[in-house]
T-cell receptor, first 115, second 116 residues
Framework: DTAVSQTPKYLVTQMGNDKSIKCEQNLGHDTMYWYKQDSKKFLKIMFSYNNKELIINETVPNRFSPKSPDKAHLNLHINSLELGDSAVYFC??????????????FGPGTRLTVL | GENVEQHPSTLSVQEGDSAVIKCTYSDSASNYFPWYKQELGKRPQLIIDIRSNVGEKKDQRIAVTLNKTAKHFSLHITETQPEDSAVYFCAASKVKSGGSNYKLTFGKGTLLTVNP
């Protein structure tokens, strides 16, 4: 069973295009995230949703728009793609436990290449 | 906001040796410190974590220590094996009032190579 899944796995597109990445988790978690991992492997959080509500937006350009239709899904739409958007995008999910944050489970990643 | 520094950026050891990776954090309110392992082309996966009410935690060949006063924590891998080769990330987070608003701030990663 796939815990956190993302589609597509690879995305190659031209500058200026609009694209979407989809994420689904079947773990029953209440919190989902988007991370960007650049070419130097630096992992940086972009957004976090808890029960479909946006709770973290890390000064990401507003060309990036997340959307959570329900607790199990978090999609990322990117408008007017730029060369600097090329990266691996990871979705993750977790449960917020009584004692604090729980383990974050990552999806397989989507490698976005903007030409 | 939180800042996490991780050292070294690369580490090469012989099989069977120990490896130590160190991280420091800036926000004294941080209370959760996980370590993730990312193999080449794969997703990050949690290998061990520690909360601020504990000073040390061990799981087989892996251990993590936390010094809250100095605001640093370390990953120790003993008897390293070639399959330990990967990028290791430390992270820090805190739970804000209200409970749901927390985020992981990651270090920049350490590429560990275990030579057979």
């Amino acid at each position: 069973d796939t815990a956190v899944s993302q589609t597509p796995k690879y995305l190659v597109t031209q500058m200026g295009n609009d694209k979407s990445i989809k994420c689904e988790q079947n773990l029953g978690h209440d919190t989902m995230y988007w991370y960007k991992q650049d070419s130097k492997k630096f992992l940086k959080i972009m957004f976090s949703y808890n029960n479909k509500e946006l709770i973290i937006n890390e000064t990401v350009p507003n060309r990036f728009s997340p959307k959570s239709p329900d607790k199990a899904h978090l999609n990322l739409h990117i408008n007017s793609l730029e060369l600097g958007d090329s990266a691996v995008y990871f979705c993750a999910s977790s449960l917020l436990l009584a004692g604090g944050p729980g383990e974050q489970f990552f999806g397989p990643g989507t490698r976005l290449t903007v030409l | 906001g939180e800042n996490v520094e991780q050292h070294p950026s690369t580490l090469s050891v012989q099989e069977g040796d120990s490896a130590v990776i160190k991280c420091t954090y800036s926000d004294s309110a941080s209370n959760y410190f996980p370590w993730y392992k990312q193999e080449l082309g794969k997703r990050p996966q949690l290998i061990i974590d520690i909360r601020s009410n504990v000073g040390e935690k061990k799981d087989q060949r892996i251990a993590v220590t936390l010094n809250k006063t100095a605001k640093h924590f370390s990953l120790h891998i003993t008897e390293t094996q070639p399959e330990d080769s990967a990028v290791y990330f430390c992270a820090a987070s805190k739970v804000k009032s209200g409970g749901s608003n927390y985020k992981l701030t990651f270090g920049k990663g350490t590429l560990l190579t275990v030579n057979p």
